[in-house]
Protein backbone atom coordinates (compact mmCIF):
# COMPACT_ATOMS: atom_id res chain seq x y z
CA UNK A 1 0.00 0.00 0.00
CA UNK A 2 1.48 3.48 -0.82
CA UNK A 3 2.21 5.79 1.47
CA UNK A 4 -0.56 9.04 1.41
CA UNK A 5 2.46 11.47 1.37
CA UNK A 6 5.28 9.93 -0.53
CA UNK A 7 8.14 11.71 -1.40
CA UNK A 8 9.09 11.75 -5.04
CA UNK A 9 12.58 10.96 -5.91
CA UNK A 10 14.94 13.19 -8.30
CA UNK A 11 16.43 9.96 -10.58
CA UNK A 12 16.92 11.67 -13.34
CA UNK A 13 20.86 12.03 -13.05
CA UNK A 14 23.81 12.01 -15.58
CA UNK A 15 26.36 10.00 -13.11
CA UNK A 16 30.07 10.71 -13.29
CA UNK A 17 31.04 6.94 -14.93
CA UNK A 18 34.73 7.52 -15.52
CA UNK A 19 37.08 9.46 -18.19
CA UNK A 20 38.09 8.39 -21.61
CA UNK A 21 41.96 8.50 -21.09
CA UNK A 22 43.76 7.80 -17.94
CA UNK A 23 46.20 10.33 -19.04
CA UNK A 24 43.59 13.09 -18.67
CA UNK A 25 40.82 11.76 -15.88
CA UNK A 26 38.38 14.61 -15.34
CA UNK A 27 36.04 12.98 -13.36
CA UNK A 28 35.63 14.44 -9.40
CA UNK A 29 36.45 12.03 -6.86
CA UNK A 30 32.84 12.10 -5.63
CA UNK A 31 29.40 13.13 -7.48
CA UNK A 32 26.46 14.39 -4.79
CA UNK A 33 23.20 14.30 -5.93
CA UNK A 34 20.06 15.40 -3.51
CA UNK A 35 17.81 12.77 -4.71
CA UNK A 36 15.51 14.45 -2.42
CA UNK A 37 15.87 17.44 0.45
CA UNK A 38 16.34 14.58 2.83
CA UNK A 39 17.74 11.84 0.81
CA UNK A 40 21.30 11.85 -1.05
CA UNK A 41 23.30 9.33 -3.13
CA UNK A 42 26.81 9.75 -3.52
CA UNK A 43 29.06 8.09 -6.24
CA UNK A 44 32.58 7.76 -6.05
CA UNK A 45 34.39 8.39 -9.18
CA UNK A 46 35.80 5.32 -11.49
CA UNK A 47 38.96 7.70 -12.04
CA UNK A 48 39.61 6.52 -8.33
CA UNK A 49 38.09 3.01 -8.21
CA UNK A 50 36.94 0.77 -10.97
CA UNK A 51 34.42 -0.37 -8.18
CA UNK A 52 32.79 3.18 -8.67
CA UNK A 53 30.15 2.22 -5.29
CA UNK A 54 27.18 4.16 -4.43
CA UNK A 55 26.81 5.33 -1.32
CA UNK A 56 23.36 6.63 0.53
CA UNK A 57 22.72 8.82 3.02
CA UNK A 58 19.47 9.47 4.64
CA UNK A 59 18.74 12.46 7.19
CA UNK A 60 16.34 12.26 9.91
CA UNK A 61 15.55 14.39 12.90
CA UNK A 62 17.22 12.90 15.48
CA UNK A 63 20.02 10.31 13.36
CA UNK A 64 20.93 10.13 9.86
CA UNK A 65 22.08 6.73 8.20
CA UNK A 66 25.09 6.21 5.99
CA UNK A 67 24.87 3.58 4.10
CA UNK A 68 28.78 1.97 3.19
CA UNK A 69 31.99 4.31 3.41
CA UNK A 70 33.10 3.05 -0.17
CA UNK A 71 35.94 1.86 -1.73
CA UNK A 72 38.74 3.96 -1.06
CA UNK A 73 39.65 6.00 2.42
CA UNK A 74 37.14 8.26 3.61
CA UNK A 75 38.68 11.49 4.46
CA UNK A 76 36.97 13.28 1.64
CA UNK A 77 33.56 11.49 1.98
CA UNK A 78 33.86 12.15 5.40
CA UNK A 79 33.88 15.67 5.02
CA UNK A 80 31.02 15.77 2.20
CA UNK A 81 28.74 13.64 5.01
CA UNK A 82 29.68 16.39 7.52
CA UNK A 83 29.05 19.76 5.39
CA UNK A 84 25.42 17.73 4.49
CA UNK A 85 24.63 17.15 7.79
CA UNK A 86 25.53 20.37 9.09
CA UNK A 87 23.56 22.11 6.27
CA UNK A 88 20.36 19.73 7.10
CA UNK A 89 20.42 20.34 11.03
CA UNK A 90 20.93 23.98 10.43
CA UNK A 91 18.09 24.32 8.23
CA UNK A 92 16.24 22.20 10.71
CA UNK A 93 17.14 24.11 13.67
CA UNK A 94 18.47 20.93 15.36
CA UNK A 95 21.06 21.47 17.63
CA UNK A 96 22.43 17.22 17.08
CA UNK A 97 22.08 14.66 14.83
CA UNK A 98 23.78 11.36 15.37
CA UNK A 99 24.99 9.62 12.49
CA UNK A 100 25.12 5.55 11.92
CA UNK A 101 27.80 4.53 9.16
CA UNK A 102 26.32 0.96 8.22
CA UNK A 103 26.50 -1.58 5.83
CA UNK A 104 25.17 -3.13 2.84
CA UNK A 105 27.15 -5.94 3.41
CA UNK A 106 30.73 -6.46 4.48
CA UNK A 107 32.87 -6.11 1.41
CA UNK A 108 35.85 -4.09 1.64
CA UNK A 109 34.65 -1.95 -1.42
CA UNK A 110 31.67 -0.61 0.90
CA UNK A 111 33.65 -0.70 3.87
CA UNK A 112 37.19 1.14 3.31
CA UNK A 113 36.23 4.51 4.59
CA UNK A 114 35.35 3.00 8.07
CA UNK A 115 38.13 4.41 9.53
CA UNK A 116 37.55 7.81 8.88
CA UNK A 117 34.34 8.17 10.76
CA UNK A 118 35.75 6.04 13.80
CA UNK A 119 36.52 8.66 15.94
CA UNK A 120 33.91 11.25 14.86
CA UNK A 121 31.77 12.69 17.73
CA UNK A 122 28.28 11.38 18.09
CA UNK A 123 28.64 8.45 15.78
CA UNK A 124 28.97 4.68 15.57
CA UNK A 125 30.23 2.71 12.90
CA UNK A 126 28.06 -0.73 12.92
CA UNK A 127 30.55 -3.90 12.55
CA UNK A 128 30.56 -5.63 8.97
CA UNK A 129 29.67 -8.89 10.20
CA UNK A 130 26.36 -10.67 10.90
CA UNK A 131 26.64 -10.94 14.98
CA UNK A 132 27.63 -6.95 14.51
CA UNK A 133 24.65 -6.03 12.51
CA UNK A 134 22.31 -7.87 14.05
CA UNK A 135 22.99 -6.76 17.95
CA UNK A 136 22.81 -3.26 16.78
CA UNK A 137 19.49 -3.33 14.84
CA UNK A 138 18.04 -5.58 17.25
CA UNK A 139 17.53 -8.59 14.66
CA UNK A 140 15.86 -11.78 16.86
CA UNK A 141 15.30 -13.82 13.94
CA UNK A 142 17.54 -13.63 11.00
CA UNK A 143 17.22 -13.03 7.92
CA UNK A 144 13.68 -12.80 7.50
CA UNK A 145 12.56 -10.51 10.17
CA UNK A 146 12.01 -6.97 9.38
CA UNK A 147 13.21 -4.40 11.70
CA UNK A 148 12.56 -0.70 12.56
CA UNK A 149 14.95 1.95 12.57
CA UNK A 150 14.12 5.48 13.52
CA UNK A 151 16.04 8.00 12.49
CA UNK A 152 13.34 10.81 13.98
CA UNK A 153 10.11 11.14 12.54
CA UNK A 154 11.64 9.30 9.49
CA UNK A 155 11.21 5.41 10.30
CA UNK A 156 12.86 2.65 7.92
CA UNK A 157 12.44 -0.98 7.21
CA UNK A 158 15.17 -3.50 7.46
CA UNK A 159 15.62 -7.36 6.82
CA UNK A 160 18.50 -9.90 6.19
CA UNK A 161 19.18 -10.63 2.44
CA UNK A 162 22.10 -12.79 2.45
CA UNK A 163 23.64 -14.44 -0.73
CA UNK A 164 25.89 -12.21 -2.28
CA UNK A 165 27.27 -12.16 1.12
CA UNK A 166 26.30 -13.14 4.81
CA UNK A 167 25.55 -9.68 6.17
CA UNK A 168 23.58 -8.39 3.41
CA UNK A 169 20.87 -6.17 4.20
CA UNK A 170 18.05 -4.62 2.64
CA UNK A 171 16.95 -0.85 3.85
CA UNK A 172 13.43 0.33 2.87
CA UNK A 173 12.01 3.77 2.83
CA UNK A 174 8.55 3.83 2.78
CA UNK A 175 8.69 8.24 2.79
CA UNK A 176 10.23 7.99 -0.63
CA UNK A 177 9.43 3.97 -2.03
CA UNK A 178 13.32 3.09 -2.00
CA UNK A 179 14.17 0.06 -1.88
CA UNK A 180 18.61 -0.28 -1.33
CA UNK A 181 19.36 -3.80 -1.87
CA UNK A 182 23.46 -3.43 -2.09
CA UNK A 183 25.02 -5.51 -4.23
CA UNK A 184 22.57 -8.36 -4.46
CA UNK A 185 20.43 -6.74 -6.96
CA UNK A 186 21.49 -4.01 -9.15
CA UNK A 187 22.56 -3.36 -13.19
CA UNK A 188 25.49 -5.69 -13.40
CA UNK A 189 27.39 -8.91 -12.28
CA UNK A 190 25.87 -10.57 -9.28
CA UNK A 191 28.34 -12.59 -7.67
CA UNK A 192 26.63 -15.71 -5.92
CA UNK A 193 27.94 -16.81 -2.66
CA UNK A 194 25.44 -18.91 -1.33
CA UNK A 195 22.52 -19.86 -4.26
CA UNK A 196 19.98 -21.38 -1.76
CA UNK A 197 20.20 -18.33 -0.02
CA UNK A 198 20.07 -15.91 -2.83
CA UNK A 199 16.76 -17.51 -3.92
CA UNK A 200 14.94 -17.36 -0.74
CA UNK A 201 16.66 -13.44 -0.64
CA UNK A 202 14.92 -12.50 -3.88
CA UNK A 203 12.02 -13.90 -3.07
CA UNK A 204 11.66 -12.29 -0.14
CA UNK A 205 12.60 -9.29 -1.84
CA UNK A 206 9.96 -9.27 -4.54
CA UNK A 207 7.21 -10.55 -2.18
CA UNK A 208 8.34 -7.05 0.01
CA UNK A 209 8.47 -4.69 -3.03
CA UNK A 210 5.03 -5.75 -3.79
CA UNK A 211 3.77 -5.64 -0.27
CA UNK A 212 5.56 -2.42 0.62
CA UNK A 213 4.49 -0.84 -3.00
CA UNK A 214 8.28 -0.19 -3.66
CA UNK A 215 8.71 2.69 -6.49
CA UNK A 216 12.68 2.31 -6.73
CA UNK A 217 15.14 -0.67 -6.49
CA UNK A 218 18.77 0.70 -5.83
CA UNK A 219 21.88 -1.20 -6.06
CA UNK A 220 25.45 -0.16 -5.46
CA UNK A 221 27.28 -0.31 -8.52
CA UNK A 222 26.06 -0.30 -12.43
CA UNK A 223 27.81 -2.98 -14.85
CA UNK A 224 25.87 -3.19 -17.43
CA UNK A 225 25.55 -1.42 -20.82
CA UNK A 226 22.37 -0.15 -22.29
CA UNK A 227 22.39 -2.84 -24.60
CA UNK A 228 20.18 -6.29 -22.58
CA UNK A 229 22.94 -9.16 -21.53
CA UNK A 230 26.06 -6.41 -21.92
CA UNK A 231 28.27 -5.58 -19.48
CA UNK A 232 31.23 -3.78 -18.91
CA UNK A 233 34.57 -5.84 -18.52
CA UNK A 234 35.97 -6.47 -15.06
CA UNK A 235 37.81 -3.42 -13.91
CA UNK A 236 36.38 -1.01 -16.89
CA UNK A 237 36.76 2.87 -15.89
CA UNK A 238 35.21 3.98 -18.35
CA UNK A 239 31.10 3.44 -18.95
CA UNK A 240 29.33 5.92 -20.97
CA UNK A 241 26.62 3.81 -22.15
CA UNK A 242 25.76 2.43 -18.37
CA UNK A 243 21.87 2.45 -17.59
CA UNK A 244 20.18 3.99 -14.24
CA UNK A 245 21.37 2.98 -11.07
CA UNK A 246 17.57 2.70 -9.84
CA UNK A 247 15.58 -0.80 -11.18
CA UNK A 248 11.70 -1.28 -11.47
CA UNK A 249 9.92 -3.63 -9.33
CA UNK A 250 9.33 -5.80 -12.63
CA UNK A 251 12.89 -5.27 -13.12
CA UNK A 252 13.33 -7.45 -9.50
CA UNK A 253 10.87 -9.72 -10.49
CA UNK A 254 12.46 -10.87 -13.72
CA UNK A 255 16.18 -10.86 -11.46
CA UNK A 256 14.28 -13.52 -9.44
CA UNK A 257 13.01 -15.60 -11.60
CA UNK A 258 16.01 -15.75 -14.38
CA UNK A 259 17.99 -16.91 -10.92
CA UNK A 260 15.33 -19.62 -10.51
CA UNK A 261 16.54 -20.58 -13.79
CA UNK A 262 20.47 -20.74 -13.40
CA UNK A 263 20.58 -21.24 -9.43
CA UNK A 264 22.11 -25.14 -9.73
CA UNK A 265 24.32 -24.28 -12.26
CA UNK A 266 28.46 -22.70 -11.33
CA UNK A 267 29.29 -20.43 -13.71
CA UNK A 268 28.57 -17.06 -15.71
CA UNK A 269 24.56 -16.52 -17.26
CA UNK A 270 23.71 -13.36 -19.07
CA UNK A 271 20.28 -11.74 -18.63
CA UNK A 272 18.85 -8.66 -19.57
CA UNK A 273 19.30 -6.39 -16.47
CA UNK A 274 22.03 -8.90 -14.77
CA UNK A 275 24.56 -11.37 -15.01
CA UNK A 276 24.83 -14.27 -12.73
CA UNK A 277 28.58 -15.54 -11.60
CA UNK A 278 27.71 -18.45 -9.44
CA UNK A 279 30.81 -19.57 -7.56
CA UNK A 280 34.31 -18.71 -7.32
CA UNK A 281 35.31 -21.41 -10.13
CA UNK A 282 37.23 -21.85 -12.93
CA UNK A 283 33.70 -21.23 -15.23
CA UNK A 284 33.34 -17.63 -13.19
CA UNK A 285 37.24 -16.75 -12.63
CA UNK A 286 38.64 -17.34 -15.89
CA UNK A 287 36.31 -15.60 -18.57
CA UNK A 288 36.14 -12.81 -16.11
CA UNK A 289 39.94 -12.03 -15.71
CA UNK A 290 40.79 -12.82 -19.55
CA UNK A 291 38.31 -10.05 -20.56
CA UNK A 292 39.47 -7.42 -17.46
CA UNK A 293 43.05 -8.17 -19.11
CA UNK A 294 42.50 -7.21 -22.72
CA UNK A 295 40.63 -4.14 -20.84
CA UNK A 296 43.58 -3.31 -19.53
CA UNK A 297 45.54 -3.64 -22.21
CA UNK A 298 43.05 -1.54 -24.09
CA UNK A 299 43.14 1.22 -21.50
CA UNK A 300 47.12 1.26 -21.33
CA UNK A 301 47.06 2.25 -24.59
CA UNK A 302 44.44 4.84 -24.88
Not at 63 to 81: F, I, K
Not at 145 to 150: K, N
Not at 157 to 171: D, K, T
Not at 232 to 252: H, I, N, V
Request: charged share 25%; glycine share 8%; hydrophobic share 40%.
Amino acid sequence: MAAPDRTPLDVDVQWIHGSRSRRRRADPSLQVHALADDTVLIRQSKDLTFEAPFILLLLGHRRALLLDSGATPGETLRATVDALIDTWAADHDLERLELVVAHTHGHGDHTAGDAAFAGRPDTTVVGADVDAVRAFFGFTDWPGQVVAFDLGGRVLELFGIPGHQRASIAVHDPRTGLLHTGDTVYPGRIYVEDPPALLDTLDRLVAFAQNRDVVHILGCHVEMTRTPGLDYPLGCRYQPDEPSPFMTREQLRRVRDAFHTVADRPGIHRFDDVVFCNGEGPRVTVPLYARAAVERVRRLVS
